[in-house]
C-alpha cells in the first residue's frame, strides 16, 4: 500500500524539520547566529489518467487527470540572513556589524572564512583574533602599550600609544560582501566560507558603497525568535502526529483485508 511510503516519507521530512529547528532554538544565544529552515517539494507522481486526454472519437477531452504522488523530501535548509539585535557590551573589543558584511578570518590552512561574531580578542603577538584564535584579515596589531582603543563605523582601528596625547591608527577593518549569502557554507564556529553559489566576496570599507557600519563594543545576537521557533516546532510535531496515524489506518486497512474470508 503505496499511503505506508508516503506517509513515512511525510515523517522523515518533519523529523529534519524538528533538526533544523532544534538547532535555531539550541543557538538562541550564539553570537551572529542565523536561523536556518526546513524547504520541501513533493516527489514524483504516477500517472493514471493525464490531463487534456482524448476520451472519445468526437474530440472531448478528459478536464482533470488522475495522478497519484509518492510524498515529500526536504531539499533546502537556507538561512535567514536578516539582522540580529545589536547589545552594548562594553567591551573594548567587542565590534557589532549593522548592515550588510562579514568580517573576514584566516583559517590555520590559509583559507578565508567569513563571520558576524566581532567578539574579537589579542593573541600573544597583539594580533585581532577570534575566539578560536584565528587572525582577523586584513591583520590588525594592537601594541602592549596601547590604551584606550576606539573602532570607528568605517573600520578605522586607533589607540593611544604610551604617553602620546593624541591616538595612532594602527589599521582599519574591513568586510566582505556576498551576491547571494544565504549560498555560504556552514563551517562550524560561527564560520561560513564561500561557494560557487554565494559568488565570489566583494571586499570593501565598512559604512561606504552599501556596506553595513561597525558599532564598537557591540555584539550582534542570534535573529532567532522563540516564539517563531516554538509555533513551528508545534506545527512540525502535529504534522508528524498525523502522518504516523496515516500509516496506522493504512496498517488497519491492510489487516481488515487479511481477515476477509
Known amino acids: 500500500m503505496k499511503a505506508l511510503y508516503i506517509a513515512s516519507s511525510g515523517m522523515t521530512a518533519q523529523e529534519r524539520n524538528v533538526e533544523v529547528i532544534s538547532n535555531n532554538i539550541a543557538n538562541m544565544r550564539t553570537t551572529g547566529f542565523k536561523r536556518q529552515r526546513a524547504e520541501f517539494q513533493d516527489m514524483l507522481y504516477q500517472q493514471y489518467q493525464r490531463a487534456g486526454s482524448s476520451t472519445s472519437d468526437q474530440g472531448t477531452m478528459l478536464p482533470a487527470g488522475l495522478e497519484i504522488g509518492s510524498g515529500v523530501r526536504t531539499v533546502a535548509t537556507p538561512r535567514i540572513m536578516s539582522q540580529g539585535q545589536v547589545t552594548l557590551t562594553e567591551k573594548e573589543l567587542d565590534v557589532a556589524i549593522r548592515g550588510e558584511g562579514f568580517f573576514m578570518i584566516q583559517l590555520p590552512d590559509g583559507r578565508t572564512a567569513y563571520t558576524r561574531d566581532g567578539s574579537f580578542e589579542r593573541s600573544p603577538e597583539g594580533q585581532l583574533v577570534n575566539s578560536s584564535g584565528y587572525v582577523l584579515q586584513p ?30 591608527q594602527l589599521g582599519q577593518i574591513q568586510i566582505a560582501r556576498f551576491v547571494n549569502k544565504g549560498g555560504l557554507e556552514s563551517l562550524g564556529d560561527n564560520l561560513f566560507a564561500e561557494t560557487a553559489a554565494s559568488g565570489p566576496a566583494q571586499v570593501g570599507i565598512p559604512n561606504v558603497d552599501g556596506n553595513g557600519d561597525l558599532l564598537h563594543m557591540y555584539l550582534e545576537m542570534a535573529n532567532v525568535n522563540s516564539v517563531t521557533e516554538i509555533a513551528d516546532l508545534i506545527a512540525a510535531q502535529r504534522a508528524y502526529e498525523m502522518n504516523a496515524r496515516v500509516i496506522s489506518g493504512a496498517d488497519e486497512m491492510m489487516q481488515a483485508t487479511t481477515q476477509l474470508r
Not at 594592537?142 to 593611544?160: F, L, N, R, Y
Request: proline share 10%.
Open 139 to 168: 591583520g590588525i596589531t594592537i601594541p602592549d602599550t596601547a590604551k584606550s582603543i576606539d573602532i570607528s563605523p568605517d573600520g578605522i582601528v586607533e589607540a593611544k600609544l604610551a604617553n602620546d596625547a593624541t591616538p595612532t
